[in-house]
């Protein structure tokens, strides 16, 4: 935990160099916009090590598996689908 007393996963979240993320794009609760943001935040981003793609996808899980069991069902059912519509539009 950080000097916060917050978890280090939170602060890569709110705070990650790698993309520039809009402000509460994991809430919404539309997954094609969710995935659209993501892929243009992961295509602008500088940062990044790995392509747009793995950049996306990797801060998607990320956020999931983080949240874990204090993520709604629901949201989570969204994040899900908005990985399958994140594919979609690398093609992948």
Known sequence: MNKKGEKWSVEVTQKSHALDLEEGVFTWKDPR???RSLK??????QN????PFQ???S????YIN?????????????????KKELRKLFDK
Do not use: C
């Not at 243009?40 to 981003?45: L, N, P, R, V």
């Open 33 to 35: 916009k969710i995935s």
């Open 40 to 45: 243009k935040s992961a295509i602008e981003s």
């Open 48 to 51: 990044r090590k790995t392509s």
């Open 55 to 57: 950049s996306a996808m």
């Open 59 to 62: 801060m998607l899980n990320f």
């Open 66 to 82: 983080r949240a874990g069991k204090n993520l709604d069902q629901d949201q989570k059912e969204v994040l899900e689908e908005a």
